[in-house]
């Protein structure tokens, strides 16, 4: 394969991990609203959807493998490869865990609403700009956008915790709550663990750009 070919592969990879990107993030987002909309029906979708997310992994490990068979890649772009399936596999969990909240959603709707809900929308959205940011920074190249998503991780573990310290309270006062408490804490696990993802991410693009490995944040204060 030649370079020029090889080049127009790894960006042709770039945009298929966008895609993928995109294509969770707006399965969490749905999967949320329809939690918050109290609509069941809109579950359904999340999760016979899944197939399509599944696919598109299948795909894009492909083009890795092949890129990796093909040419003999300088570390650089060994680094870009191997990056490029870690986060991957990265996104599809992230759809695996819209599915998860989708068919929370689908159990909490049909009872009447337990409080109104406001940590988990701000959860959502953190999850889900750190999801798009972290692919950013992936594309461009930018360590200092990825060490800005590894610190807004511990946003989404405060208000997970907070969550839970309200939840409790509800169950404790009534134990009639508790079923529907139970399901509100576990959307909120499914949330901390998208941010999770999208650290992992972050964590990668910090190897491509420096080779330096950063996972569980150890590293030297800058």
Partial sequence: MERHHFEEELQALKRRLLNMGALVEERVHQAIQALIERRPEATDKIIGGDKDVNDLQIEIDDRCLKLL????????????????????????????????????????????????????????????????????????????LARDILARDDEVDQLKDQVFRVLLTYMMADPATIERALGLI??????????????????????LVEAKDVRHHHEEPR
């Fill in 69 to 144: 068979a093909l040419q003999q890649p300088m570390a650089t772009d060994l680094r870009l490869i191997t990056a490029a399936m870690k986060i991957n596999s990265d996104l599809e969990r992230i759809g695996d865990q819209a599915v998860n909240i989708a068919e929370n959603a689908a159990r909490i709707v049909v009872h009447p609403p337990l409080k109104p809900l406001l940590d988990l929308p701000r959860m959502a959205e953190i999850a889900e700009r750190m999801t798009r940011d972290s692919l950013d920074a992936f594309v461009r190249r930018d360590p200092d």
């Fill in 186 to 207: 576990l959307v909120s696990r499914n949330l901390e663990r998208i941010a999770d993802h999208a650290t992992n991410i972050a964590e990668d693009v910090i190897f």
